[in-house]
């Protein structure tokens, strides 16, 4: 038998991190049926999805809708309303034009978030989300739940 020795290293290393995620991605395609008609095809990346709310009078950022769509999913990366905006359905609106964009022009037929317990777990529900994981102390303290809804 032979034992072969490695050299563990911890640094940052972007050229052997893109490299480790296109071995990934291909060993991931091999093995996955899914993945592999996903090959190709204009669902093989994620594209970027932003609403922006901006006042008319000045420009400034009311709140934003930040989130990508990859194969017919809708992900919300970040959902912001400033504080002087709340409580109007603002934010609804925001994540609502999201998802009309992802099911209507992007063929996508479920969202998926992730939000902390101090944050909005109870305005995602309302809006049809429901609870799909809840990670405890993440980070130490917190509540991280992952939610879900069927589009369309």
């Known amino acids: 038998m032979v034992c072969r020795m490695f050299r563990l290293e911890t640094e940052v290393d972007k050229a052997r991190r893109?490299?480790?995620r296109t071995r990934l991605r291909d060993t991931n395609t091999a093995a996955s049926p899914v993945l592999r008609a996903l090959?190709?095809?204009?669902?093989?990346?994620d594209a970027p999805l932003h609403v922006w709310a901006v006042n008319d009078g000045d420009d400034d950022l009311a709140g934003g809708l930040v989130?990508?769509?990859?194969?017919?999913?809708?992900?919300v990366t970040y959902l912001w309303v400033d504080e002087r905006h709340r409580g109007r359905g603002l934010g609804a609106r925001l994540l609502a034009q999201a998802e009309?964009?992802?099911?209507?022009?992007?063929?996508?037929?479920?969202?998926?978030?992730?939000?902390?317990?101090?944050q909005a777990p109870r305005f995602y529900e309302k809006q049809g989300y429901e609870v799909v994981s809840v990670i405890p102390d993440y980070p130490p303290g917190i509540t991280e739940y992952a939610l879900t809804k069927r589009l369309g």
């Open 67 to 75: 989130g990508h769509t990859w194969a017919t999913w809708l992900h």
């Open 39 to 45: 090959r190709g095809t204009p669902d093989e990346r």
């Open 100 to 118: 009309h964009i992802a099911t209507t022009s992007r063929g996508c037929r479920a969202a998926r978030l992730e939000t902390w317990d101090f």
């Open 18 to 20: 893109d490299l480790l």
